[in-house]
Structures are given as C-alpha cells and as structure tokens.
C-alpha cells in the first residue's frame, strides 16, 4: 500500500502564487501516474492535473491551462503543483492520488488518495 501527504496549501491573495508537495511512501511511486484534484465547497470532486510515470506526458483541466504546472521527482518519490495566478475560483482542497496507468482524468481511475491540503484565495 502506497501513503500520500499533500503539504504546501494556505491562504494566498489572488494574484499569487503557491505550490504544492505530494510525499509518496515506499519505493513504488515511479511506478504510478500521478494526478491532482481538488473540491470547492458544495462542489464535486474535480480534475486538475495528471502526469505520467515518467513525467514526459502531462494533462491539465482547462481551467487551470497555463496557470497550474504539475511534476514530480521521482528519485524523491514526490510530485508538486506549481500553482500561479491564482483566482478566488481555485479556492479548494486540493488532492494528490495515483494510478497505475496512463494520464488519467477521471477519479475512478485513481487507486490512492492523500488526505488533502487546503487552498484558500482572497480577492
């Protein structure tokens, strides 16, 4: 079983800028694809970012195209959301998960979820 804690999240001004850590435990994480999800409130749960094993191949929500760049280093068997630009409309708690194939969109196709981190933007 692979554990995920999501660290990095507060209260940015929009505007600004925030990144976030996913810690992955064990020595499986470059084995997995990787994504980011995030819930407003009274929101579904929805589609962020993805990146592949390697991180040759990324996908992101159009909302966040541009703005948001997910990575990972997988020798540190961690990924990251580097979020800029931020909007009060990304105010969320934001999710890391992973999955065994592909580049991933939907939440089906996630195996492990972290706990969450918290993003919070004032206009």
């Known amino acids: 079983q692979v554990q995920l804690v999501e660290s990095g999240g507060g209260l940015v001004q929009a505007g600004g800028s925030l990144t976030l850590s996913c810690a992955a435990s064990?020595?499986?994480?470059?084995?997995?694809?990787m994504g980011w999800f995030r819930r407003a409130p009274g929101k579904e749960r929805e589609f962020v970012a993805a990146i592949n094993r390697s991180g040759s191949t990324t996908y992101y929500a159009d909302s966040v195209k541009g703005r948001f760049t997910i990575s990972r280093d997988n020798a540190k068997n961690t990924g990251y959301l580097q979020m800029n630009s931020l909007k009060p409309e990304d105010t969320a708690v934001y999710y890391c998960a992973i999955a065994r194939w592909g580049v991933p969109t939907e939440v089906s196709e996630y195996r492990y979820w972290g706990q969450g981190t918290q993003v919070t933007v004032s206009s």
């Open positions: 064990g020595r499986t994480f470059s084995t997995y694809a």
